[in-house]
């Protein structure tokens, strides 16, 4: 079996992008630009973490 990355890396954009406008907008209705970006940022980096496995953690979630 084999993930669809393109579709999986497309929906923690979305995701993120999603959580992140959330974010910048929890303890304010108008958060700056500068914050709705680097929220979007933070959590598109979250999602891309929750679901990809990067560097030399692969090897080691291969051998359990």
Avoid at 12 to 35: F, M, V
Avoid at 45 to 50: A, H, S
């Amino acid at each position: 079996m084999k993930a669809k990355t393109i579709r999986v890396l497309e929906q923690c954009i979305d995701n993120g992008l999603s959580y992140g406008w959330q974010r910048a907008h929890k303890h304010t209705d108008t958060p700056s630009k500068e914050t709705i970006m680097v929220m979007q940022g933070e959590e598109i980096i979250n999602e891309i973490y929750e679901w990809f496995v990067m560097g030399d953690d692969d090897a080691t979630d291969r051998m359990g």
